[in-house]
């Protein structure tokens, strides 16, 4: 677990060192204060360390405190001490343990990993389907290393896909050579598509299999698109040629467009109220954030069991909009939670009072945020 945090000229903090007291206290964590003042900024810099990246999924020019150059976090941990600094002049992030530069942090994943539920995620269900999709991801890069480098080259193999086709639809005299080259980039799309696509529907079904009811309303889960409808079905035994057939029968539809039309980046996550057999969408406000919070911790469970590794649990001001029945009910998850899984969970939470967590009891570690500046207590 985080024994230090330190932050180094990062959104509006210049320099802090924040010290989780060393006690069954450093298992939650909570920061509080009023709106603005940085909690979230904290939490942001901890999730950069994850797989899937930051929690604002922002840029690293974004992040810098506005009277520097560049940032640094590191964050000490029972096993060692890991650190990215990024500058804005090279335009590079570096990655260090224990001071020793490394292409990446690998070893972080091997021993941590992060997961996070923010306050903006309350509209989930209502937002464009790519939030959908990116919430889910984070769910698969946490099951597959391998799923968001498959999810980044896809997103290149794409748009290159999409320069060439602006030739292929107003060049009539080099079509056969541009054709050549579009049957390499389809197949490898393909590739990674159905990749993609699958590692997606597996980690939704177990979602729905491993879902827990204690309080929380039952769900149904499903991904939907035309590559799952189309190519993954168990039946299809040609699923790539199925894949490759589709992007050359769109090549005329997408080169005009400016748009793949066909894929992964298509799909959508679909969740639906089993008692009420409405789709999350039509679902209240209330229901809407019950779903969303019993489907995270479902998540949580079902890793807990199945990974060894310790989890980093970010919660961003999700308690603020909960009424006190709800936000009981989500602590008292949370100290279960906790208490069965010593020395493998650690939660992060933040909120604009104190008396919102008193339910959490008495092991917990207080820090005020207040412009710039956490103290404990």
Known sequence: MISILRINNFRNYEHIKLIIPDSPSNI????????GEGK???LESISLFSEFGGLRRAKYDEMINKKFEHWAITLDTQICSFSITYSRITGKKICKIDDNPRRNLE????NYYVLWLTCEMDRLFLQAPSSRRDFIDMFCSVNSALHMKNVRNYEKLTKDRLKILKNYVNNSSEKEDIKKWLDVLENQIAELGIKIADERMRTVEALGMNQIKNGFPEF???MTGAVEDSILRPDNSMKIE?????LNDRREKDGFSGMTTFGPNRSDWRVFYVEKDMCASMCSAGEQKMLLNGVFLSFVASRLKEDSRHLILLLDDIVAYLDSAHRSLLFSNIRDF???HIGRLSVWLSGTSKELFSDLGDEV???????GIVREG
Do not use: M, P
């Open 28 to 35: 939650i964590v909570v920061l509080y204060g009023n709106n």
């Open 40 to 42: 979230t900024n904290l």
């Open 107 to 110: 070893e972080f994943s091997k």
């Open 220 to 222: 149904r889960n499903e």
């Open 242 to 246: 199925c894949y490759e057939k589709e």
């Open 338 to 340: 906790v208490g069965h």
């Open 365 to 371: 570690a207080f820090f005020r945020v207040h412009d």
